[in-house]
């Protein structure tokens, strides 16, 4: 199967195809190898960016949340013609639903040995030990429509989040085309908020801290293996979840 789509920061077409493969999970780029691990990312301004040499890869982590979700860490090489993984819908159901042929393969979840936290701000991302995965994400937007959203994992199951898209602010749409970001933006593949209120219609009550989840688990993946343990992101970004993540690794 072919997943084709265009990139959001891109706006450039782009096609996945999932093979599988013995060994890590690993993109392949015109016959070269890029693993998903946290010491190969190159950029987290707006999106998070793979690269090693000269290859680059953008906007990985909605199809990482997927396989965070599905639990594949082993047997898939996802083979990627383009420059950025295409953003679909904005959310990772596509994904999610593509990967259902794949099984769940990977290390025993490795405990978080001691409490991590890292900071920038007003935003932190913390994991502790505990004894099963948990994950608690909340926002805060000085928005009407959004304020202060929280979401908790359990009760909320992982799958759950898969549906929610990314989301956007009409007044910043245009400074980031300006800077050559968002080509690909559309209202099909983003959740859009106007000053006061809504572009388009919310799949669910708290889409945004929902999706933030989403991009956490994505960015998450990029420690290499599942973890054991509590994990907490408050206005959380891609460089401080990727911070987190490579923390974990050692
Ligand atoms: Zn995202």
């Known amino acids: 199967m072919t997943i084709r789509g265009i990139g959001l920061h891109s706006g450039e077409p782009s096609k996945v195809r999932f093979h599988p493969a013995e060994g890590p999970v690993r993109f392949w780029l015109g016959g070269l190898e890029l693993r998903p691990l ?8 707006r999106c998070t960016v793979l690269g090693q040499g000269h290859l680059r890869l953008m906007t990985v982590e909605h199809l990482l949340a997927a396989l965070y979700i599905r639990g594949i860490w082993e047997g898939l090489v996802i083979e990627v013609i383009g420059p950025e993984i295409p953003i679909l819908d904005g959310s990772a159901q596509e994904w999610l639903a593509a990967l259902q042929g794949f099984p769940s393969r990977g290390p025993q979840l490795e405990p978080v040995k001691g409490t991590i936290r890292v900071e920038e701000g007003r935003s932190s991302v913390l994991a502790q030990p505990a004894e099963a995965f948990s ?10 429509k959004i304020g202060y959203q929280q979401v908790q994992c359990p009760p909320t199951h992982l799958e759950a989040l898969a549906s929610a898209r990314t989301f956007g602010f ?15 933006a559309a209202l099909e ?7 006061q209120g809504f572009v388009n219609t919310p799949r669910m009550l708290h889409e945004p801290v929902w999706h933030k989840a989403l991009d956490f688990l994505g ?11 509590h994990f907490l992101a408050h206005r959380g970004s891609h460089r401080l979840h990727v911070e987190l993540a490579k923390l974990l690794q050692t």
Do not use: C, W
């Open 170 to 184: 009409l007044h910043e749409v245009e400074a980031m085309r300006a800077q050559g970001l968002i080509k690909g």
């Open 135 to 144: 994950l608690t994400v909340t926002i805060l937007f000085p928005h009407p």
């Open 219 to 229: 960015d998450l993946y990029l420690a290499g293996r599942p973890y054991r343990g």
């Open 38 to 45: 946290a010491s190969l990312v190159v950029d987290t301004m």
């Open 189 to 195: 593949n983003a959740l859009v908020f106007s000053e």
